[in-house]
């Protein structure tokens, strides 16, 4: 069974790659390295021991991707590819919605045109938006997203859903993750930003490492147990599983949280990675940014029921993993 990856040599899509390998599949990669680099590869291969199908190259391009599914015997595709930094989108939102949207539009017609009925999307929290508390239940309505990079996610669905309404016999689930961290046990792969990180974890251990001289918290005055955000932290692993979990159970349109169903605050996940690195992290409480929320944390027995999906590792395990990354790839791969 041929799975088209695109993004896959990406922080979620490459530890996703090494659970699809593991498990036999035949895997196709796609990814262009905005957002990766080509040594991802190499250690999927190494951590695996298998081979794959690899094509450099950008969800735009719609001849390639008619060349993918021409010469590939592709069953399903896995869809992460696409913009992703918060910050960003504010600043340059046009990039944002041309490259996730009209981008997922090429690979959607692509896959109509070469009869590929099988979809697991990459969505995001974000589309909850700032108006549902926490927990977040799959049934809630979602928009009111506080970023265009939310928006997208939040478009894509909707896209997603009518392409389904209209094609009875396509099968699309969307993956609602909450706040994917960790890495690897063997520490060949994790979370590799390009600059300044945009999100907690890597920054976190950067400061770790002494890269970075300290870590900013935005806002301790939050309807909290000790004032600060509190997400729901997910193991990159377990998340990748999920896929798979996905993969195995597409049945029409279906959408899923993928999340512990816990809330960590900021300083509870300093703490824990303070523990198990045995590195002191200064930080410095600074006031609250615009459109960031109290609690974002996940129901997750739609997942638990229907997809026998059920996270396995906890936040000190997910700590251990993110600092032996960090800690034996001080500089990225």
Same mark, same amino acid.
């Given at each position: 069974m041929g799975i088209l990856?695109?993004?896959?040599? +990406?922080?979620? +899509? *490459?530890?996703?790659?090494?659970?699809?390998?593991?498990? +036999?599949?035949?895997?196709?990669?796609? @990814?262009?390295?905005?957002? *990766? =680099?080509?040594? *991802? &590869?190499?250690?999927?291969?190494q951590i695996s021991g298998k081979s794959f199908k690899f094509y450099e190259g950008d969800i735009l391009d719609r001849e390639l991707l008619k060349k993918i599914f021409a010469d590939e015997k592709v069953d399903s595709v896995i869809h992460?590819?696409?913009?992703?930094?918060?910050?960003?989108?504010?600043?340059?939102?046009? =990039?944002?919605?041309?490259?996730?949207i009209t981008g997922t539009l090429i690979l959607l017609e692509c896959m109509l045109e070469a009869n590929v009925k099988n979809l697991v999307f990459s969505s995001s929290a974000t589309v909850y938006g700032y108006k549902n508390p926490a927990?977040?239940?799959e049934e809630m309505e979602i928009g009111n997203c506080t970023n265009p990079y939310g928006q997208t996610k939040f478009m894509i669905e909707q896209i997603l859903k009518d392409l389904?309404?209209?094609?009875?016999?396509?099968?699309?689930? %969307? &993956?609602?993750?909450?706040?994917?961290?960790?890495? #690897?046990?063997?520490?060949? %792969?994790?979370? @590799?930003? *390009?600059?300044?990180?945009?999100?907690?974890m890597p920054f976190i251990t950067q400061v770790a490492v002494g890269k970075l001289k300290k870590l900013n918290i935005y806002g301790n005055d939050y309807d909290t147990p000790d004032g600060t955000g509190l997400r729901d932290y %997910?193991?990159?692993? @377990?998340?990748?599983?999920? #896929? &798979?979990?996905? $993969? =195995?159970? &597409?049945? +029409?349109?279906?959408?899923?949280? $993928?999340?512990t169903g816990k809330g960590t605050s900021v300083l509870e996940l300093v703490s824990a990675l303070e523990k198990v690195s045995g590195k002191n992290i200064p930080y410095e409480l600074v006031t609250r940014r615009e459109g960031d929320i109290a609690s974002c944390y996940a129901n997750v027995d739609k997942a638990r029921k229907e997809l026998g999906f059920e996270a396995e590792f906890d936040i000190e395990r997910m700590c251990e993993d993110s600092w032996r990354w960090q800690s034996e790839n001080p500089n990225g791969m």
């Open positions: 990856v695109t993004g896959g040599a +990406g922080y979620i +899509g *490459s530890h996703t790659c090494v659970e699809l390998l593991n498990q +036999g599949y035949e895997v196709i990669v796609l @990814d262009n390295f905005y957002n *990766s =680099k080509p040594e *991802s &590869l190499n250690r999927i291969k992460f590819a696409g913009l992703k930094a918060v910050g960003e989108s504010v600043r340059i939102p046009l =990039k944002y919605y041309h490259n996730n927990p977040y239940f389904c309404n209209a094609n009875p016999d396509f099968n699309m689930t %969307i &993956l609602r993750y909450f706040n994917p961290i960790g890495a #690897h046990v063997s520490g060949l %792969i994790g979370e @590799d930003p *390009s600059g300044i990180p945009n999100n907690l %997910i193991h990159v692993v @377990d998340l990748g599983r999920g #896929h &798979l979990c996905a $993969l =195995k159970n &597409l049945s +029409g349109y279906k959408v899923y949280n $993928l999340g």
